[in-house]
């Protein structure tokens, strides 16, 4: 395929609202003449990331500067809006696309030009399943700097911070570059503060509900067929943090989800588990701690005990630091002052 047809915009016309400031017809409703859409294919995932930018930089540049709509999805990039917006906003893009692809990236434009102009695929970009999965704060960026320097790196921070998310696509990476031979999902099987009961079925059906979150953010990251291939063999392990007790796990990538609800003495037996070529993540949010009355977290115990060991990094979030509903920042404030 040349560079001139991967870089030819798929042209759409559509009567979708985007914009309020977009013209109406005379009966109330959207004209179709003055919406745009177009669609640039992308060649590869390095491509993919070196143009969507640091923290989606470029396409957070040409929505504020082109006032259009950008998305991006499975080698896809569209551009929706005013008609003449659009077009001004693929040229950018088309633009940008030839600057990368001859190894030039250097940007001229004076409109704040993204950080990574130079093109080159950051370290903490990962293509998943169609899509970029990326830092969307400084935070996160540090966090995932620290998961490739550190063989044990603790987090700590509020629901919706990424913790887990910005983790598992770290490990998926690491299994597929077969930096690590297997990938270790494990956390606490605590009641979030109600009885569940009994619960019916073989021993699968009664854990499950507990690992629920671990095979949801795979599952978002991975085709489910790739994964249950893997799930299979065994590359792939998801378990309570019971199961590893004895074990010595080498080679592998491993993430202690829920790490608050862990008791000091399972805290204990977790990080003495890791063997020769094993990376570990820990993540935990030390305000919602679900542990029976008297019980003491060991993810709140290892700040104090851990934080002087060399090869240890603890990687903090705060509420700027949410990615889930807006809502969620503000929620997470508010109990904050509450607590106070």
Not at 167 to 194: F, Q
Not at 277 to 292: E, F, K, M, N, Y
Not at 315 to 330: A, G, I, K, T
Request: net charge positive; with cysteine; aromatic share 8%.
């Amino acid at each position: 395929m040349t560079v001139a047809r991967l870089l030819r915009p798929h042209y759409r016309r559509t009567s979708r609202p985007c914009f309020g400031s977009l013209p109406r017809n005379d009966g109330g409703g959207w004209s179709r003449r003055f919406y745009l859409e177009k669609t640039i294919k992308l060649a590869s995932d390095q491509e993919a990331i070196a143009l969507y930018g640091n923290l989606d930089e470029r396409l957070r540049y040409a929505e504020e500067t082109f006032k259009v709509r950008v998305s991006a999805r499975n080698y896809r990039l569209t551009v929706s809006g005013a008609k003449g917006s659009v077009e001004q906003a693929v040229e950018f893009f088309q633009s940008e696309l030839e600057r990368i692809r001859s190894g030039n990236g250097s940007d001229s434009r004076p409109s704040r030009p993204p950080s990574d102009a130079a093109g080159t695929p950051s370290a903490t970009n990962f293509f998943l399943k169609g899509k970029v999965i990326q830092a969307k704060s400084k935070n996160q960026e540090a966090y995932l700097k620290a998961i490739q320097t550190y063989d044990l790196v603790i987090t700590i921070g509020p629901a919706g911070t990424g913790k887990t998310y910005l983790a598992m696509a770290s490990a998926i990476d690491a299994l597929k570059r077969k930096k690590v031979g297997r990938l270790i999902l494990t956390r606490p099987a605590v009641e979030a503060g109600e009885s569940l009961g009994f619960l019916p079925g073989d021993l699968y059906a009664k854990i499950n509900p507990y690992l629920r979150p671990l095979y949801d953010a795979l599952y978002d990251m991975m085709d489910f067929e790739e994964a249950a291939r893997y799930l299979q063999r065994g590359t792939i392990e998801v378990a309570p943090l019971a199961y590893m007790r004895g074990r010595t796990l080498n080679d592998s990538f491993v993430i202690l989800d829920e790490g608050q609800n862990c008791t000091h003495e399972q805290m204990k037996m977790f990080l003495t588990r890791l063997g020769l070529s094993t990376r570990a993540v820990v993540t935990g949010d030390i305000t919602q701690i679900d542990l029976p009355r008297g019980k003491r977290s060991g993810l709140v115990a290892i700040q104090r005990i851990l934080h002087e060991v060399k090869g240890i990094q603890f990687s903090y979030f705060d509420e700027r630091d949410v990615v889930r509903h807006p809502l969620v920042q503000e929620i997470i404030k508010a109990y904050d002052k509450h607590d106070r």
